[in-house]
């Protein structure tokens, strides 16, 4: 029999998921709806911008889609660490679409190479960049609170924080796969692979600005990992 929930007196109802701030989670964390929803609002944006395709240029259709297109396919992809290669393979269709859609495309024709020539990451890569830009974040300034609470730190780590080159974040002890693709667990690895406590005296719009671009993100993914410590 399933609990009941009671808050101030009144039963809270079970739902099979639920949004907060646009993003749909659902009681199992598969993300499933929140990417079928995503996907929809991409696929019916390309036919409402393919009505008009004839008059709008590559470098138009370009900006449109980087401008109005792609925040949808990006927003919250730092959250969902433990999506499923299924899902990232349906987001991932939907970015090929629009590759499809700003270089008229066709079915059957490979797209790898117009990646390449707007040099663009695709999702799998943006979302690291994007959790890689939040762990150091939290990191630096404590904030938000409740992210930066569930990270362990080295003891000599906690005493000089922004001076050594040494410190780093470390995994808790786990026994679930769910765990360990878990936020904590997944950014605190990306923290340790890519260095990132060594970058921890840069200002934060030089940090961002450099991981945003997408020449510095290509080096930095495709750069070999020094041996995380955990």
Same mark, same amino acid.
């Given at each position: 029999?399933?609990?009941?929930?009671?808050?101030?007196?009144?039963?809270?109802?079970?739902?099979?998921?639920?949004? %907060?701030?646009?993003?749909?989670?659902?009681?199992?964390?598969?993300?499933?709806?929140?990417?079928?929803?995503?996907?929809?609002?991409?696929?019916?944006?390309?036919?409402?911008?393919?009505?008009?395709?004839?008059?709008?240029?590559?470098?138009?259709?370009?900006?449109?889609?980087?401008?109005?297109?792609?925040?949808?396919?990006?927003?919250?992809?730092?959250?969902? !660490?433990?999506?499923?290669?299924?899902?990232?393979?349906?987001?991932?269709?939907?970015?090929?679409?629009?590759?499809?859609?700003?270089?008229?495309?066709?079915?059957?024709?490979?797209?790898?190479?117009?990646?390449?020539?707007? %040099?663009?990451?695709?999702?799998?890569?943006?979302?690291?960049?994007?959790?890689?830009?939040?762990?150091?974040?939290? $990191?630096?300034?404590?904030?938000?609170?409740?992210?930066?609470?569930?990270?362990?730190?080295?003891?000599?780590?906690?005493?000089?924080?922004?001076?050594?080159? %040494?410190?780093?974040?470390? $995994?808790?002890?786990?026994?679930?796969?769910?765990?360990?693709?878990?936020?904590?667990?997944?950014?605190?690895?990306?923290?340790?692979?890519?260095?990132?406590?060594?970058?921890?005296?840069?200002?934060? %719009?030089?940090?961002?600005?450099? !991981?945003?671009?997408?020449?510095?993100?290509?080096?930095?993914?495709?750069?070999?990992?020094?041996?995380?410590?955990?």
């Amino acid at each position: 029999v399933t609990p009941k929930i009671i808050i101030d007196d009144q039963e809270v109802a079970y739902c099979r998921s639920v949004k %907060n701030l646009g993003l749909t989670i659902d009681c199992t964390l598969t993300w499933k709806e929140q990417v079928q929803l995503s996907v929809n609002i991409v696929f019916a944006s390309l036919a409402q911008a393919k009505r008009n395709m004839g008059c709008m240029p590559l470098a138009i259709r370009k900006k449109l889609v980087q401008a109005i297109i792609m925040p949808t396919l990006e927003y919250c992809l730092s959250v969902m !660490t433990n999506i499923s290669a299924e899902n990232m393979n349906t987001l991932q269709k939907a970015q090929n679409a629009c590759i499809g859609f700003i270089f008229k495309t066709r079915r059957d024709e490979h797209i790898t190479p117009y990646f390449i020539e707007l %040099n663009w990451l695709k999702l799998r890569d943006r979302q690291r960049i994007a959790i890689l830009n939040l762990i150091w974040k939290t $990191v630096k300034f404590k904030n938000p609170a409740y992210l930066y609470e569930m990270l362990s730190f080295a003891e000599e780590e906690r005493k000089r924080m922004l001076r050594s080159d %040494n410190n780093c974040l470390r $995994v808790h002890v786990h026994r679930t796969k769910m765990y360990d693709r878990s936020f904590c667990v997944v950014a605190t690895r990306i923290f340790n692979e890519y260095g990132l406590q060594k970058t921890l005296h840069k200002a934060t %719009n030089q940090f961002v600005k450099k !991981t945003s671009c997408e020449n510095y993100a290509k080096k930095l993914l495709l750069r070999p990992h020094p041996t995380a410590m955990y």
